[in-house]
């Protein structure tokens, strides 16, 4: 391989990067170590994507850039804007430049007995055999297996959440990634396991520093779900608006195990989100849910995928985008209905509203059914603000666009109304009103 | 003293004239009644009055306060002191009565003043108690899924909340049982008293609402002009008499 076409492969992302990352994390598993070069070495080799990959239909290629970037240097807690959770007593991790800067664990009296929520270091070197298993555990398959690789091979630190056994977590736990100072490159990762009948609400918070510095946000989260538990995991992505950023979930449900997760995108230039639900075992059912708020010339890029692997699963997607100015949105979905998966219950759907003319959403749902006793439904639409209710509400005196930004939290009110608590369901609410407020 | 006066109005839809030079004065205070035949242009009155964007004000004048709506925005317009109870609210899933109140209130207020959210709901229940409306109608979506009386109810509502100089009231009484009339009748009327009464253009097609608010003016519009105008009693006379009665009294003006 010539060393142009590896500066082209790799951008800013050299071996000598990654040497320097890998050295940070030298105190670690050497199993991991070795996964974490292997991972470097499908990352240099992989192409990137082409216009002929299916998996990248629609999608700006042209932009997704992996030069400009760095590994950046610490930043102190004091330094960022920070946030609270806002729910007394919670636990909650943050990150920034993929280092642990501050942590409130949890209260073993209150938070529920033999939770674990640490760094992913310390859980590697604790709980080795637990990551191991479950830790990017599942394969990349909607089309980003390069950054997915990229992910894997510089992820240094991040969040662990264990639920043992039959224990209810009564709070729901804080984790913040934050990115600081320009073309700073961020790999954050959150890696939830709840036991048998175990129960857990996880909130990641995706968030930069300076409003105009330009990042690179390459992150991940697995949610395990054994059998009978319960997790609801949230993701509010708010990167600066010059960030690209990528993120890939991999949720497994297990025996009547129930997963919730809720995407809000908010942030970034081009922002690629890739979800992939698997439905193992009978009684599963896995909750896909997402919000987007799209304004200027951001690019959403959403790519799902609901496996079922065993009968009487249910899966229900539903994907709503909110598209302003010139903005663009993908969404492309497949339900994947295996042989034995009878009485699979799995439904999708994708919803656009658009708020402009110029604005362009794109959708392709899809199906693959083996079974033959089956019920699945899949749709997307697309519609415009209603005249008559935006005159409505402006005959009130309400101004244009607080009316829209109204109409935008009624057309979301089906996904908001299924996130039980109510600070997280306030905090979300808030940054759709934030981003609003700052057009 | 608030006013609205509409000057030799004409409207069109598209390049339909349905207004075609209406003149009325609506004092503070004062309820006019309009009455007048399906498809005459009562609505259309009042909606372009608010300024629904389907409706082109091809000729005339509407002035607040002396000062001409017509170039404001429907928001601008509704902020300076106009109010539609519209003949068919919309419905609008998702969005609370409380949050778009709410959001109405708070539009009225300077920039970088914040709502006082207890006055603001003290205010909301009572208005809310005396129309009769229970409680729990705050957290429900607009109009979705309000039975016909409970959309005309909520309209009432927002006008109690929003207290406007001129009210557009468009058949605020159709779908209403004889409870609910005179529940709102009642509301409507605790707001005609007081220095802030606002002047109300009452639409309506029956004498049963004019028994309970009583208008100090009545008027027909037919063909989108005003062709007759009278006290209380024009109002019985039509009741009475039908539209064919005026038709044969209107015949050689119109003809
Ligand atoms: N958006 C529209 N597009 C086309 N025609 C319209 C529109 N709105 C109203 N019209 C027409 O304009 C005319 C006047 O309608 P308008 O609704 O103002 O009548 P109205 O006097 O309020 O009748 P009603 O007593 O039945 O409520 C009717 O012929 C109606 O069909
Ligand atoms: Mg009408």
């Not at chain 1, 990150?95 to 992913?120: C, E, K, M, W, Y």
């Not at chain 1, 979301?412 to 808030?430: A, P, S, Y």
């Amino acid at each position: 391989m010539s060393v142009a076409s590896s500066t082209y492969l790799v951008g800013s992302f050299t071996p000598e990067a990654f040497e320097q990352s890998l050295a940070r994390c030298a105190h670690l598993p050497a199993w991991w170590l070795d996964r974490k070069r292997a991972a470097y070495a499908r990352f240099a080799a992989a192409p990137m994507p082409q216009r002929t990959n299916e998996g990248w239909r629609f999608s700006n290629l042209s932009t997704l850039t992996l030069d400009g970037f760095n590994l950046p240097a610490p930043v102190r807690f004091d330094q960022l804007a920070h946030r609270e959770l806002g729910v007394t007593g919670a636990g909650h991790l943050v990150f920034a430049n993929n280092r642990l800067v501050a942590a409130q664990p949890l209260d073993a009296s209150t938070a529920g007995a033999g939770i674990i929520f640490d760094t992913l270091q310390n859980a590697l070197l604790q709980h080795g055999d637990l990551v191991k298993s479950h830790l990017l555990a599942q394969p990349s398959k909607l089309g980003s297996d390069k950054f997915a690789a990229l992910h894997e091979a510089f992820l240094e630190d991040g969040a662990f959440i264990y639920v043992p056994k039959g224990v209810t977590a009564t709070l729901p736990v804080g984790v913040f990634h934050y990115a600081s100072g320009a073309g700073a490159a961020v790999f954050p990762h959150t890696l939830v396991i709840a036991g048998e009948n175990a129960k857990i609400t996880v909130a990641d918070f995706f968030r930069s520093e300076k409003p105009a510095e330009a990042h690179f946000a390459c992150g991940g989260n697995d949610l395990y779900a054994g059998h009978g538990a319960s997790v609801t995991y949230l993701a509010m992505q708010d990167w600066s608006r010059a960030t690209l950023s990528f993120q890939f979930n991999a949720t497994v449900a297990r025996r009547d195990a129930r997963v919730l997760s809720l995407n809000l995108h908010a942030g970034a230039r081009q922002a690629r989100h890739e979800s992939f639900s698997q439905l193992q075992a009978p009684g599963a059912h896995s909750e896909m849910l997402a919000l987007t708020v799209a304004h200027g010339t951001q690019e959403f890029d959403q790519r799902t995928l609901q496996i079922h692997q065993a009968p009487n699963t249910s899966s229900n997607l539903l994907y709503k985008n909110a598209l302003l100015d010139q903005a663009k949105t993908i969404f492309s979905g497949l339900i994947v209905v295996d042989a034995d998966a009878q009485k699979t219950d799995a439904y999708q759907s994708n919803r656009n509203l658009m708020l402009s003319d110029e604005a362009e959403a794109n959708s392709l749902p899809g199906l693959e059914i083996q079974a033959n006793d089956v019920r699945c439904t899949h749709g997307a639409t697309s519609s415009r603000i209603d005249r008559e209710q935006e005159f409505y509400l402006e005959s009130r005196g309400i101004r244009a666009a607080q009316a829209q930004e109204l109409l935008v939290f009624g057309f979301f009110e089906e996904v908001l109304g299924k996130l039980e608590h109510q600070e997280l369901h306030d905090r979300l609410t808030e940054i759709i009103r934030e981003k609003f407020r700052n057009q | 003293m608030s006013q609205l006066e509409i000057k030799d109005l004409h409207i069109s839809i598209g390049d339909k004239p349905i207004v075609r030079g209406l003149n009325l004065t609506i004092q503070q205070g004062k309820v006019h009644a309009i009455m007048g035949p399906n498809g005459t242009g009562k609505s259309t009155l009042a909606k372009a009055i608010a300024g629904h964007p389907d409706y082109t004000i091809t000729e005339g004048d509407v002035r607040l306060d002396g000062k001409s709506v017509l170039a404001m925005q429907p928001d601008e317009r509704a902020r300076s002191g106009l109010f539609l109870a519209f003949q068919y609210p919309s419905e609008i899933p998702g969005v609370s009565i409380a949050n778009s109140l709410r959001a109405a209130v708070q539009a009225r207020l300077a920039e970088g003043e914040e709502l006082d959210a207890t006055a603001y709901y003290k205010k909301l229940y009572a208005k809310m108690d005396l129309l009769k409306i229970d409680r729990k109608f705050t957290s429900r979506a607009v109009n979705d899924g309000f039975s016909g009386g409970e959309k005309k109810r909520c309209e009432i509502l927002q006008m109690a909340m929003l207290e406007p100089k001129i009210a557009l009231m468009d058949e605020t009484d159709s779908g209403l049982d004889i409870d609910a009339l005179r529940i709102v009748a009642d509301g409507v009327n605790a707001q005609r008293s007081g220095p802030s009464a606002p002047g109300i253009m009452l639409i309506t097609h029956y004498q049963r609402l004019l028994d309970y608010i009583v208008p100090d003016y009545v008027h027909v519009l037919w063909d989108g002009r005003i062709v007759k105008s009278g006290d209380k009693s024009l109002a019985l006379e039509l009741e009475a008499k039908g539209y064919d009665w005026l038709k044969q009294e209107l015949a050689p003006a119109t003809a």
